[in-house]
């Protein structure tokens, strides 16, 4: 640990880069060293935290590349071909995550409003768990077509 530079975390980053990790990731490596080397400076193992003068790589917004009606048609069509094709249709109409979609109950199901409530998610840490959203505004109803709801 005594022995690393800014220049050597720098080189770490780029290499992240040849070799197409994504900013996020970087990112979350850097927080990663940066909060081990200040426990390591808190604990008097090195002078001091080369990596305070390293700037984290940017995280660069990627523009979604959302299907058009066309495409969302013949998505609908394919899906409802398989046995968990009312999953796939009930994710296209609400824009819910995978992990939201697999949380859901059948008492989330509100049949007469067409609606479900979405309260929880299934998280993949090391195993499987149902948490709670990140936030209030993941605790959400969300309206939904006849179609999804006959599917």
């Given at each position: 640990m005594c022995k690393l530079t800014a220049r050597d975390v720098d080189t770490g980053y780029a290499k992240m880069t040849a070799d197409a990790c994504s900013a996020d990731r970087q990112r979350k490596a850097a927080t990663t060293v940066?909060?081990?080397?200040?426990?390591?400076?808190?604990?008097?193992?090195?002078?001091?935290?080369p990596v305070k003068?390293?700037?984290?790589?940017k995280v660069v917004h990627r523009e979604m590349d959302c299907w058009d009606v066309e495409q969302a048609q013949r998505f609908l069509e394919g899906a409802s071909a398989y046995r968990i094709g009312a999953y796939f249709i009930?994710?296209?109409?609400?824009g819910m995550r995978p992990g939201v979609l697999l949380a859901l109950?059948?008492?989330?199901?509100?049949?007469?409003?067409?609606?479900?409530?979405?309260?929880?998610?299934?998280?993949?840490?090391?195993g499987y768990r149902i948490k709670k959203p990140k936030s209030k505004a993941g605790v959400r109803t969300v309206r939904l077509m006849a179609r999804t709801m006959d599917a």
């Amino acid at each position: 640990m005594c022995k690393l530079t800014a220049r050597d975390v720098d080189t770490g980053y780029a290499k992240m880069t040849a070799d197409a990790c994504s900013a996020d990731r970087q990112r979350k490596a850097a927080t990663t060293v940066r909060t081990a080397l200040n426990a390591a400076v808190e604990a008097d193992l090195i002078p001091n935290n080369p990596v305070k003068r390293v700037k984290k790589p940017k995280v660069v917004h990627r523009e979604m590349d959302c299907w058009d009606v066309e495409q969302a048609q013949r998505f609908l069509e394919g899906a409802s071909a398989y046995r968990i094709g009312a999953y796939f249709i009930l994710g296209l109409d609400s824009g819910m995550r995978p992990g939201v979609l697999l949380a859901l109950t059948w008492f989330d199901l509100d049949w007469e409003a067409r609606t479900v409530f979405v309260q929880r998610a299934l998280e993949e840490r090391g195993g499987y768990r149902i948490k709670k959203p990140k936030s209030k505004a993941g605790v959400r109803t969300v309206r939904l077509m006849a179609r999804t709801m006959d599917a």
